[in-house]
């Protein structure tokens, strides 16, 4: 049987982990905590629970050959991904996997001016979180090729879908940039994500780098506007740049003043995704329909 071990089994972790089992692999699933285990137990998957912040109390089921999909986040600070340097330390500690997928971020590239990027686009990240992002592609890469695993890495654009709107935003009336002023963004629907993880683990070659989203990018204002329409909510406030500046946190800042167009076309044509949700004025209903 085909073997896949989910390390980091969240939101998109357990949807991946369903269509895994219903394709017909034995799915492992690694978890914080024993009790972030519980429902995954109940559901028919094997768990290990691990902290990958205690490189001294890692240990790992025997995934000798088969394949690792890795969708842990980084650290909340610095500029390395410890949690995957971590995991690829312990993995070495054992016969390695033949493949590993990682679940990695668009925000490694360098452009953040509305420009196109494509998997050849300059990885020079403005954010520290962009920058961790790209060690923890490093250190995964690192391991294939000292040890003989095929690597392929998701550069994943915002995700959204049932129970993962912006609700708490939305309701608390925070401000928005103004529409005029608000460049592209990108995003991707959970359940589409979670069928490009699986293809990429089975069509996915040895150094391959796909750009995951939906190919429909439109701003955040914009993203936000619609939904608020779909949640049946009234709609942000929005302010000029400055005022943005001022009043929003750093966070949500840095998501409105950068922006870039994701180019999905290689994701598309090599790994043969079809997506249910080529835009978000399809995948908000449906989200909301599903919470």
Do not use: W
């Amino acid at each position: 049987m085909k073997r896949i071990f989910i390390a980091g089994c969240g939101y998109i972790g357990r949807r991946v982990a369903r269509l895994a089992r219903d394709t017909g692999y034995e799915t492992t699933c690694l978890v914080r905590s024993a009790e972030h285990g519980e429902a995954l137990e109940e559901a028919g998957f094997g768990t290990t629970a691990v902290s990958l912040d205690d490189p001294a109390g890692i240990r790992l089921p025997e995934i000798a050959g088969g394949v690792v999909l890795y969708s842990v986040p980084p650290p909340g600070g610095g500029l390395f991904d410890t949690r995957a340097r971590n995991f690829c330390a312990a993995l070495a500690l054992s016969a390695p996997p033949a493949k590993i997928v990682y679940l990695g971020a668009t925000s490694v590239y360098s452009e953040t001016r509305g420009g196109v990027v494509t998997e050849d686009s300059p990885t020079i990240p403005v954010s520290a979180m962009g920058k961790r992002r790209l060690d923890a592609e490093a250190a995964f890469r690192e391991f294939g090729a000292a040890h003989g695993t095929a690597v392929v890495i998701l550069r994943i654009s915002g995700i959204y879908g049932p129970g993962r709107l912006p609700l708490m935003q939305i309701s608390q009336g925070q401000p928005l940039l103004k529409e005029e002023e608000s460049g592209p963004s990108n995003r991707i629907h959970a359940d589409d994500l979670a069928q490009v993880c699986l293809a990429a683990v089975e069509k996915g070659e040895a150094g391959a780098i796909f750009n995951v989203s939906d190919g429909n990018p439109a701003s955040m204002t914009r993203y936000f506007n619609a939904a608020a329409d779909a949640l049946g909510l009234p709609r942000q406030p929005q302010v000029n740049m400055e005022e943005a500046r001022r009043t929003m946190s750093p966070l949500m800042f840095s998501y409105v003043s950068e922006s870039r167009v994701v180019d999905n076309s290689r994701m598309l044509e090599r790994l043969g995704v079809r997506l249910r949700y080529p835009t978000m004025f399809q995948g908000l209903p449906a989200s909301v329909e599903a919470a």
